[in-house]
């Protein structure tokens, strides 16, 4: 009896290993994680101190590449860059005088020089207080939709700080990060499911890009694009089948 029974444990511990072996195989019904990103993403900061004579742009609104979203008070600046306009053509007017009075030997060399670094430093002048000037108004990059509003019209903002948040809502995709098992199931091209978490709604994915570098934590990086008329915005959760 005794015999018999230690017989019936060998038999068991050589055939337990090989049912273990048969369950290791991944599940190709996994369910994964990812989030919602878009190609065009842009936190708008402001590019000087000043007060915002204008903000055409509200929540949920949606706006075209090149359309000006935010314009600030640059009265004093535009001053600036008419006088020193005005101060460039004189000194301009000066050097010539001094070229040609210098031909005749009326002023020395060194004053003709003199007269050329002043228009010099005046042009210099002139080229940083333009650069001010292209600050004054936030050209829209890309076309997309407004997401977040954190400025209004009248108020005054430190150079950067937040003023909007600009998403492309057409060049929606999934950022995933995958582990190594998964290698085979996400060559590009290849189908999922994505459900939205929040929404509880599903959409067909393809695999548009895998990374081919598999990290110290046995991960990769993929991409999936995807195509709906959802209400989906960056930010959004997903399950990936």
Known sequence: ????????????????????????????????????KSKHELVVLAPMSGVITAIKASLDDTFKKGDTLVSFDCSNLGAQVKATKAQLARANVAGKMQ???FKHAVVSEKEMLLSRHEAAAVAAQL????????????????????VEVSASKG???????????????????????????????FAQGTAHSATVSVLGETVNATVS???NFINDNQYFTAKLS?????PITPGMRVVVR
């Open 1 to 36: 009896m005794t015999v018999r029974f230690f017989l019936l444990l060998a038999c068991l511990a050589l055939t337990l290993p090989a049912r273990a072996l048969a369950a290791e195989p991944a599940d190709r019904s996994q369910e994964l994680g990812g989030i919602i």
């Open 99 to 101: 070229a040609e009075a």
């Open 127 to 146: 080229q940083a207080a333009q650069a001010e000037m292209r600050k004054c108004s936030f050209i829209a990059p890309f076309s997309g939709q407004v």
């Open 155 to 185: 108020d005054f903002v430190q150079q950067g700080m937040p003023l909007l948040a600009l998403v492309d809502p057409k060049s929606l995709y999934v950022q995933m990060s995958v582990p190594e098992a998964e290698w085979n199931n």
């Open 209 to 211: 890009e895998r990374s």
């Open 226 to 230: 995807f195509s709906s008329e959802l």
